[in-house]
């Protein structure tokens, strides 16, 4: 019996350092991302709301895909720094695609 809770402590206790460590890793990795914003509008100013915002890491090939929200706008976090290109759809509108370099801790206004 005493065996079994010394190991049932050891193991709350290896999970213990294992999770305060990947908790570092998680933030360390948050500290450094940077951020994509901006609003998606037509040409009267106005937002255009459910428009397809695809970002991808040039180099890893990585992608985020995002829905603007009621009034166009989005936010794409946490990015890891980098190139990327944004491409931004909606049916009845032209399709824009830009690129960005972003940096660490970067936030960016990318508005379309």
Same mark, same amino acid.
């Given at each position: ?13 290896? +999970?213990? @350092?294992?999770? =305060?460590?990947?908790?570092? #890793?998680?933030? &360390?990795?948050? %500290?450094?991302?940077?951020?994509? $914003? ?7 100013? +106005?937002? @255009?709301?459910? =428009?397809?915002?695809?970002? #991808?890491?040039? &180099?890893?090939? %990585?992608?985020?895909?995002?829905? $603007? ?44």
């Amino acid at each position: 019996m005493k065996s079994d809770f010394k190991k049932i402590i050891f193991t709350l206790f290896i +999970a213990l @350092v294992l999770g =305060a460590g990947f908790s570092g #890793v998680v933030s &360390a990795q948050e %500290e450094n991302a940077a951020t994509i $914003t901006g609003q998606v509008v037509d040409s009267a100013g +106005a937002g @255009v709301p459910n =428009a397809s915002v695809v970002v #991808v890491n040039t &180099a890893t090939g %990585e992608t985020r895909t995002v829905q $603007t929200n009621d009034d166009g706008n989005y936010n794409v976090f946490p990015l890891s720094p980098g190139s990327y290109t944004i491409t931004v759809e909606q049916p009845g509108f032209k399709r824009s695609v830009t690129n960005v370099n972003l940096t660490a801790r970067d936030r960016r206004p990318v508005h379309v």
